[in-house]
Nanobody, 126 residues
Framework: QVQLVESGGGLVQAGGSLRLSCAAS????????MGWFRQAPGKVREFVAA????????LYASSVKGRFTIDKDNAKNTVYLLMNSLKPEDTAVYYC???????????????????WGQGTQVTVSS
């Protein structure tokens, strides 16, 4: 079992920055991939970014590419999402998730992730 705890959300003005953290505990393996997703009110949960515990391969949604950076600290079992140039449309609950058997297809789809955090609210004011 894997436990994920997100932190770092909050209220920020448009153009500002936030860094989200996701601390993983329990049975984590280097073969896992970690993803960030977000869900705005009335909308489906959407992929934001993903990274594998082993290696440095990353993947981003087109809507955040160039503004958001996903990173990890293997020693701390923590994944980060640095969000720059935030826009009001980035407002959502952000979730961290773990994929036990990642492939290029599973990384972007919420249904393939096995473990989820409780989410952290990000609100960007205009």
């Amino acid at each position: 079992q894997v436990q994920l705890v997100e932190s770092g959300g909050g209220l920020v003005q448009a153009g500002g920055s936030l860094r989200l953290s996701c601390a993983a505990s329990g049975r984590t393996f280097s073969s896992y991939a970690m993803g960030w997703f977000r869900q705005a009110p009335g909308k489906v949960r959407e992929f934001v970014a993903a990274i594998r515990w082993s290696g440095d391969n990353t993947l981003y949604a087109s809507s955040v590419k160039g503004r958001f950076t996903i990173d990890k600290d293997n020693a701390k079992n923590t994944v980060y999402l640095l969000m720059n140039s935030l826009k009001p449309e980035d407002t959502a609950v952000y979730y961290c998730a773990a994929d036990r058997n990642p492939t290029a297809q599973t990384l972007v789809a919420p249904r393939w992730y096995d473990y989820w955090g409780q989410g952290t609210q990000v609100t960007v004011s205009s």
